[in-house]
């Protein structure tokens, strides 16, 4: 069965810290993604991968990066963390066009 | 640029009742287009997807949704919901974005079912 996993589903940070969110996908997808959720915003695309080592902005770039070093594996990565980046992280991977699958999320809070 | 409206913010239908959520979208090409669940506390799941061909297309669950052109829009409908319905519901269209294949979302649409 398809699965997408993302390692934490729940952490709390303090301001300043660095934050490391890991995606780990089993279907041998070209392409990953990482959305940021919030409540009356739907899902926002932070950055997205098609290739190991290969990396583009999506919409709301600032604050973050990402790793993506072996095909199945894509990291978002918080340098600093704020608390306006208090929100639901969902990782996804596609094999082309169309269907996105989704990881249960990561719910991060940044006091 | 891609762009994808669902107006309706919160739903709330009785069980057994039946079920449309709109969807409009403005996109410059022949799109891909996309309904999504998420149940509480879990990532999204597809229900059904738009590319070609036959504009009424069904999906898992039990719901359906309609391809008009020329209104723009993609609704998704259920004849008869289900307690288990309660969810939010996304609407979605594709996009080729420099060498991958993204995917806009709406704002979502929160379904409540009451007994």
């Known amino acids: 069965d398809v699965k997408v996993t993302q390692s934490s589903r729940y952490l709390v940070k303090r301001t300043g810290e660095k934050v490391f969110l890991e995606c780990v996908q089993d279907m041998d997808h070209e392409n990953m993604f990482w959305y940021r959720q919030d409540p009356g915003l739907g899902l926002r695309l932070i950055y997205f991968?098609?290739?190991?080592?290969?990396?583009e902005k999506g919409d709301i770039p600032e604050g973050y990066s990402v790793s993506r070093e072996k095909k199945e594996r894509f990291s978002l990565i918080l340098e600093s963390a704020s608390t306006n980046q208090t929100s639901m992280y969902l990782c996804?991977?596609?094999?082309?066009?169309?269907?996105?699958?989704f990881g249960e999320g990561s719910r991060l809070t940044v006091l | 640029a891609q762009s994808v409206t669902q107006p309706d913010i919160h739903i709330t239908v009785s069980e057994g009742a039946s079920l449309e959520l709109r969807c409009n979208y403005s996109y410059g090409a022949t799109p891909y287009l996309f309904w999504y669940v998420q149940s509480p506390g879990q990532g999204l799941q597809l229900l059904l997807k738009y590319f070609s061909g036959d504009t009424l297309v069904q999906g898992i669950k039990g719901f359906e949704a309609e391809f008009k052109r020329s209104q723009s829009s993609f609704n998704l409908r259920k004849p008869s919901v289900h307690w288990s319905d309660a969810a939010e519901y996304f609407c979605a269209v594709g996009a080729r974005l420099s060498g991958a294949n993204n995917l806009f979302f709406g704002t979502g649409t929160r379904l409540t079912v009451i007994p």
């Open positions: 996804a991977s596609s094999l082309g066009v169309g269907e996105l699958f």
């Open positions: 991968s098609y290739d190991v080592k290969m990396k």
